[in-house]
């Protein structure tokens, strides 16, 4: 059974910062490139952060460019979010991906909530 399952969550200030994690398990994770969305009340899902399966390329959105960073530990097949600086609109919940095309595996989202 394919699991990807984030912890990490909670309520952090404004300012604050915070990691998430992602275990992942069921499928064969060096051949996969992963990658962390979040959705926040009232809007889209959105991409913020991935890293090819390789290591050797990634993708790391506007929004959090220099405040939000992905790493992995492929040994214990988890991928890390690490959350700097944290803002009101970084509210939303935190959802882990894994992709190799055709194919998308979510986990189930971490609530992330700011407060000042």
């Known amino acids: 059974e394919v699991q990807l399952v984030e912890s990490g969550g909670g309520l952090v200030q404004v300012g604050g910062s915070l990691r998430l994690s992602c275990a992942a398990s069921?499928?064969?994770?060096?051949?996969?490139?992963i990658g962390w969305s979040r959705q926040a009340p009232g809007k889209e899902r959105e991409g913020l952060l991935c890293?090819?399966?390789?290591?050797?390329?990634?993708y790391v959105a506007d929004p959090v460019k220099g405040r939000f960073t992905i790493s992995s530990d492929n040994a214990k097949h988890t991928v890390y979010l690490q959350r700097n600086n944290l803002r009101p609109e970084d509210t939303a919940v935190y959802y882990c991906r894994a992709d190799r095309w055709p194919v998308t595996y979510w986990g189930e989202g971490a609530q992330v909530t700011g407060s000042s």
């Open positions: 890293i090819s399966s390789s290591g050797s390329s990634e």
């Open positions: 069921g499928f064969t994770f060096d051949d996969y490139a």
